[in-house]
């Protein structure tokens, strides 16, 4: 009895509102509405003027004439005085986020499948035709979708079932007798199975990327901890090292310090020592002056002269031969001789350091960085650099706290140094270059006329161990320096006593970028933008040191903080 309450509903319920039927009509193709659903359902098709049947899909033109079923409503009636009602239905109203039914009225149930051949939307009760009526079951059924309409062509209001390969796009049959006539054309289907095996292709890719990628990963991580552990130790056993060299200093320390204060305790009881005899021998001789003094006034004659060989012997005198006077000198030669091994093992620990700190800048990195582009991107590298007074030329005179150097005919006075250049009017910086490093050089004093030859400066970068007099000193005559020409209105580059052209615009600031590990020296005009002049690609087998010859003129290691 249930089955077949419930087959009446379903015979006797409107398939566009899901209520029993109310004015029922039938179409031709044999299905029932109520009277107010289908023509509703049929207003929003005026404008094609193609009406279909919302279960079977059946087109009619024109819009038929509906007449009233008065066996339907018989039967609908009588089924209400039997108390026979719609059946409730657990109704899921779609949202706004949600695809609506496009076959239900007033509010709208929620989309179960959407179909690509209709196209249209529908919920589970209004799709029921898809699975029922035969031609039907041929229709592509999907996921509920918002952009059905996208699927019907602008020009033609078609379902667009073919693609053209030519323009690239989705198109109607017709599309293929107009603007596409004689275009490479394909079903949609096909085309799809094709970009479909490419796709799949893709993913194949994509997924032995991952697995790549999850390789690299887990071998950078793998680095990362055997980089660190690297580290830690090198800290360990640095740590050690220098406690070490403070641990001998310290004892060293207190050597001498043990040391001074034995010979001072050595020759301040030697002093005391003498103190005591020669003021033992001052209390003796005060009494023997008084004994003399005494006798001098005894008046018996006789008397005097059998006392005077007694009272007058003299006790022999303390020997203060060693006594020197002289200046102060005593432990200065010790302080002197102290503050000499400061200097040298300043003088070991700088250049050692150099080396050492190369040895750090030199580890392989993990990953290496981008070579810089904009100006702001090599000032993140930019190094504060000063001038060496040790390998100064005399004719080369230091300013604004040694960063600046200017030609001069008066010869400077400066101490004999083996660092210093002797022939040409060079100087290095103090600093060695590792790493990545960037500075600027501006230039000035650039002459006119036949001066314009001779002036200008050489922007260089030099091992240490450069030869400081000669030929071989030249900055860019060797192969242990590289060298650019600045002059007012041309550039060269020197390097092996080679010399390379250099093309590009004038300008008085000169930047030159080093990546010391890459084995990348450039240098670049220093405008609003960085324009390369030259870069070298080579092996950095030592640190660097920034260097300037000054033909005339001044040459200044720019402030970039």
Not at 231 to 255: N, P, Y
Not at 495 to 512: A, C, E, L, Q
Request: neutral net charge.
């Amino acid at each position: 009895m249930a089955q077949r309450d419930q087959l009446d509903r379903e015979t006797l319920s409107c398939a566009i509102c899901l209520d029993l039927l109310k004015d029922p009509v039938t179409t031709t193709c044999g299905h029932s509405y109520c009277m107010s659903c289908i023509k509703g359902f049929w207003d929003g098709e005026d404008q094609r003027k193609i009406y279909s049947c919302p279960q079977c899909r059946e087109a009619f033109t024109p819009r038929p004439v509906l007449k009233k079923n008065t066996m339907l409503a018989a039967l609908v009636e009588q089924l209400k005085k039997t108390g026979l009602q719609a059946a409730p239905t657990d109704h899921c109203y779609a949202g706004p986020e949600d695809v609506a039914c496009d076959v239900c009225t007033g509010r709208k149930l929620k989309a179960f499948k959407s179909c690509l051949t209709c196209p249209a939307s529908y919920c589970e009760n209004h799709l029921q035709p898809h699975y029922d009526a035969a031609p039907l079951k041929k229709h592509k059924l999907v996921d509920p979708s918002k952009k059905l309409q996208e699927n019907i062509c602008s020009h033609h209001d078609k379902v667009m079932e073919i693609f053209c390969r030519t323009d690239k796009k989705s198109i109607c049959y017709l599309c293929t007798m107009e603007d596409h006539k004689g275009h490479d054309t394909v079903p949609a289907a096909a085309e799809r199975t094709e970009r479909q095996r490419e796709l799949e292709v893709s993913r194949l890719n994509i997924q032995q990327r991952i697995q790549d990628r999850e390789k690299d990963v887990k071998l950078l991580q793998q680095e990362v901890e055997v980089f660190s552990r690297s580290a830690d130790k090198a800290v360990e056993d640095s740590e050690k090292i220098f406690t070490q060299l403070i641990r001998l200093l310290q004892k060293r320390s207190s050597d001498m310090k043990q040391q001074i204060r034995s010979q001072q305790e050595t020759e301040v009881s030697r002093v005391k020592e003498l103190q005591e005899k020669l003021q033992q021998e001052i209390t003796e001789l005060k009494t023997k002056d008084a004994e003399l003094k005494q006798l001098s006034h005894t008046e018996d004659h006789n008397q005097f002269l059998h006392n005077y060989p007694s009272v007058s012997q003299l006790s022999e005198p303390t020997d203060s031969s060693s006594i020197n006077i002289r200046p102060l000198r005593y432990f200065e030669d010790v302080t002197a001789a102290v503050s000499e091994l400061r200097d040298k093992l300043q003088d070991i620990l700088r250049d050692k350091w150099t080396n050492i700190s190369w040895s750090v800048t030199n580890v392989d990195v993990l990953l290496s960085e981008p070579e810089p582009k904009t100006r702001a991107e090599f000032l993140k590298y930019s190094r504060e650099i000063t001038l060496d007074p040790n390998t100064v030329n005399t004719q080369l005179l230091l300013s604004e706290g040694n960063r600046k150097v200017g030609y001069t005919m008066q010869q400077q006075i400066y101490s004999s140094h083996p660092d210093r250049f002797t022939d040409k009017c060079q100087v290095l910086s103090r600093e060695s270059l590792t790493g990545r490093c960037y500075w600027e050089v501006e230039w000035r004093g650039r002459g006119s006329g036949l001066m314009r030859y001779v002036s200008g400066v050489y922007v260089a970068v030099a091992y240490k161990n450069i030869s400081r007099a000669g030929d071989e000193s030249v900055f860019g005559r060797n192969d242990k320096s590289w060298s650019l020409r600045c002059y007012t209105d041309s550039y060269g580059f020197w390097f092996n006593n080679i010399k390379t052209p250099v093309s590009g615009p004038d300008s008085s600031r000169v930047g030159v970028y080093l990546d010391h590990k890459a084995g990348i020296l450039s240098f670049y005009r220093v405008s609003k933008t960085m324009t390369l002049l030259h870069r070298v690609q080579t092996t950095f087998t030592q640190p660097l040191y920034a260097g300037l010859w000054v033909v005339a003129g001044t040459a200044e290691l720019c402030k970039l903080k």
